[in-house]
T-cell receptor, first 117, second 110 residues
Framework: NAGVMQNPRHLVRRRGQEARLRCSPM?????VYWYRQLPEEGLKFMVY????????ESGMPKERFSAEFPKEGPSILRIQQVVRGDSAAYFC???????????????FGQGTRLTVV | RKEVEQDPGPFNVPEGATVAFNCTYS??????FFWYRQDCRKEPKLLMS???SGNEDGRFTAQLNRASQYISLLIRDSKLSDSATYLC???????????FGTGTKLQVIP
């Protein structure tokens, strides 16, 4: 059973371009979380999704950022018109269902490191 | 006040030393507590859960103080391989969004 898969591992974009980050949850997991980690800072919650539904997007910036988790395929975090301040590591975690214990059921992917030049 | 606060460190300790980190949380409704470890440029990995009665796993001991709203992590006989950032994590019962502290950096020196 493969773990949480994120790709690409490293992504370089010029200012103004779009960045698309993908997260394939563990098999059997229907809930996905996205976190952002700026250099020398902690993980900040961005968005929590289940298939075809955004449950909590309270951590998402109001503009340029969007996330989806379609019925088929990976979850996508999309950043439009990237700026230098978007440079960070973006981690995805998945769990099988809502309401369970985080420690036994949520696992992180290896992250995507976005660099905006 | 931040939801979860940690001393960023770094804590520089010699091999074999005992080191302890604290983490305070502001929401008294918090129910579940965890310590994660994050190596440089890697994903966070669960180190241990923190139970009300405290728990121990080898050289690691975690404790919870609900009255003062903090959790602690004690590492005995530090190894070079313990060098990492330790993240304190809390969440509310039944809610799968957890809150991470900014982490405490530990450097074990030969």
């Amino acid at each position: 059973n493969a773990g949480v898969m994120q790709n690409p591992r490293h992504l370089v974009r010029r200012r103004g371009q779009e960045a698309r980050l993908r997260c394939s949850p563990m098999k059997g997991h229907s809930h996905v979380y996205w976190y952002r980690q700026l250099p020398e800072e902690g993980l900040k919650f961005m968005v929590y999704l289940q298939k075809e539904n955004i449950i909590d997007e309270s951590g998402m910036p109001k503009e340029r950022f969007s996330a989806e988790f379609p019925k088929e395929g990976p979850s996508i975090l999309r950043i439009q018109q990237v700026v230098r301040g978007d440079s960070a590591a973006y981690f995805c975690a998945s769990s099988p269902f809502r309401g369970g214990r985080w420690d036994t059921e949520a696992f992180f992917g290896q992250g995507t490191r976005l660099t905006v030049v | 006040r931040k939801e979860v606060e940690q001393d960023p460190g770094p804590f520089n300790v010699p091999e074999g030393a005992t080191v302890a980190f604290n983490c305070t949380y502001s929401n008294s409704a918090s129910q579940s507590f965890f310590w994660y470890r994050q190596d440089c440029r890697k994903e966070p990995k669960l180190l241990m859960s923190v139970y009300s009665s405290g728990n121990e796993d080898g050289r690691f001991t975690a404790q919870l103080n609900r009255a003062s709203q903090y959790i602690s992590l004690l590492i005995r006989d530090s190894k070079l391989s313990d060098s990492a950032t330790y993240l304190c994590v809390v969440n509310m019962e039944g809610y799968q969004k957890v809150t991470f502290g900014t982490g405490t950096k530990l450097q074990v020196i030969p």
